[in-house]
């Protein structure tokens, strides 16, 4: 059974940076997406980036384009997000999620694998 667990959420001031893990294990398809999203409290779910498993094809969120980076290390089954510059309005529960479509895709619904979240709090 495919299984997502994050990691490396926390507390930072604004302006730092943090470096979320998400690690797959059952995966057997040859090729598909992971995705980063967040959700604040009050608001919707909103994909921030995505990777395919090749790591050949990514997409970002624009709210995150210069500041976020999305990586995989296949050795290791983990996909890594790495948040520079954040900002209080970065504040959210942060999932990362497993598609098994062929394209890119930053909706939620399109998403069939979910981790159970890690908290990002950006606060000075």
């Known amino acids: 059974q495919l299984q997502l667990v994050e990691s490396g959420g926390g507390l930072v001031q604004p302006g730092g940076s943090l470096r979320l893990s998400c690690a797959t294990s059952g995966a057997t398809l040859d090729y598909y997406f992971i995705g980063w999203f967040r959700q604040a409290p009050g608001k919707e779910r909103e994909g921030v980036s995505c990777i395919s498993s090749t790591g050949g094809t990514i997409n970002y969120a624009d709210s995150v384009k210069g500041r976020f980076t999305i990586s995989r290390d296949n050795a290791k089954n983990t996909v890594y997000l790495q948040m520079n510059s954040l900002k209080p309005e970065d504040t959210a529960i942060y999932y990362c999620?497993?598609?098994?479509?062929?394209?890119?895709?930053?909706?939620?619904?399109?998403?069939?694998?979910w981790g159970q979240g890690t908290q990002v709090t950006v606060s000075s």
């Open positions: 999620a497993f598609s098994n479509r062929y394209y890119y895709t930053l909706f939620a619904d399109e998403y069939d694998y």
